[in-house]
């Protein structure tokens, strides 16, 4: 019942922008931390950045200043703007939903693929 659903992913040139989407359904949405994360080939899965109930965002440093991470809670969907887009931001994204209030809860996307290449 609970589906995280990516969207926006492709290809772009190195300097180009891209704007990633998850759309939630099966959870109330707002009471969820909700992040990106992301994997390259032969590179562990990394926290990209992500954003509280609250509103309080985290970013890597490798994002910081051209990333930016934001909720619309009346959609149910969590952006991910991608600036200045460097071929090292290659890889596969995925859209995780978060929360422990009661007992933990932890959802993932299947995932979007995005290639930085000239």
């Known amino acids: 019942q609970v589906q995280l659903v990516e969207s926006g992913g492709g290809l772009v040139q190195p300097g180009g922008s891209l704007r990633l989407s998850c759309a939630a359904s099966g959870i109330i949405f707002s009471w969820y931390t909700m992040g990106w994360y992301r994997q390259a080939p032969g590179k562990q899965r990394e926290l990209v950045a992500l954003?509280?109930?609250?509103?309080?965002?985290n970013y890597a440093d490798s994002v910081k200043g051209r990333f930016t991470i934001s909720r619309d809670n009346a959609k149910n969907t969590v952006y991910l703007q991608m600036n200045s887009l460097e071929p090292e931001d290659t890889a596969i994204y995925r859209c995780?939903?978060?929360?422990?209030?009661?007992?933990?809860?932890?959802?993932w996307g299947q995932g979007t693929q995005v290639t930085v290449s000239s």
């Open positions: 954003i509280t109930s609250g509103g309080t965002t």
């Open positions: 995780n939903a978060r929360r422990n209030t009661t007992t933990f809860r932890d959802y």
